[in-house]
């Protein structure tokens, strides 16, 4: 019996503009609570961008947000992952050396930063994922530890800047999400791990859990539930680490192949059990 539901949201759950059946998600959402299962979703955007998303579905909901570096719900985190000030300061020095056209982005427990000369067309690109954001002149500046660094870069020059961070390989995780974004977090922290963790507090098997994604940051969610899907617009490797192959983010096939396979199984609401 399936008790635990996660997706990734850009490229997976969410369509080529960002943005999800919200019809659907009503009858969705309806038949998880009828069926007694939990839903989460794991992303790198901002666990409060997240809750913007979803508006008033964001209730019960699981957040795995910010690269899986917190989990959050209700309004409410229940575990959080940081890096160190000091090194997270020496990683963000070493990427500014490296390129100026990119945009790295800390984010701290209390928003992501951004250097004020930004070019507006990348500040919009970096608000689609973060809800809280500010504006610094000099990153050296931020004494915060971080919950994560991240990079974004519009030329899709990712994997050619990943071998300059070789020397943090054993202080922090960091993957090439695709080929515009990185994402570093603290050391052994990924979406395999805090998924885990979820399946823990909530007493869940990776036999009871289906999971959903399309980019290599979500090879370690896959592994996590026996029911893994990748959607049809995923990357190779991603689709090679599923045990299951579903449609495309742009024909609702989360949502749909959710509807198809809940259909089969019992009710039994959450609390009941």
Known sequence: ??????TDLDGTFLNSK????????????????????HFAACTGKQCE?????????????????????????????????????????????TLEEVSKQHVVIPCTSTAAVIRTDTPQRLKN?????????IEVDDLATLTADFVKITVYDEQGLCPQTR????????????????????????YGVHK???????QELLKVGKHETMAFGDGY?????????????AVRNAFEETKQA????????????????????????????????
């Open 125 to 133: 690109i970096v608000r689609n994922s973060y809800t809280n954001v």
């Open 18 to 37: 960002g943005d999800y059946d919200r019809e659907s998600f009503n009858v969705v959402r309806a038949l998880m609570q009828q069926k007694g299962v």
């Open 192 to 198: 395999g791990t805090t998924i885990k963790k979820l």
């Open 163 to 186: 071998p300059y961070l070789s020397d943090f390989e054993n202080d922090v995780y960091i993957v090439v999400s695709e080929k515009a974004w990185i994402d570093i977090a603290d």
């Open 1 to 6: 019996m399936i008790k635990l539901i996660i």
């Open 49 to 93: 961008r997240v809750e913007e998303l979803f508006g008033d579905n964001s209730k019960d909901l699981w957040i795995v947000g910010d690269s899986a570096t917190r989990i959050k719900r209700n309004g409410q985190f229940i575990y959080q992952s940081l890096i160190e000030n000091k090194l997270g300061l020496r990683i963000i020095n």
């Open 217 to 229: 940051n979500d090879i370690e969610l896959l592994a996590m539930a026996e029911y893994s899907f």
């Open 242 to 273: 599923a045990n299951f192959i579903t449609g495309y983010n742009d024909e609702n096939a989360v949502q749909e192949t959710i509807k198809r396979i809940l259909a089969l199984q019992p009710s039994f609401p959450l609390g009941l059990k």
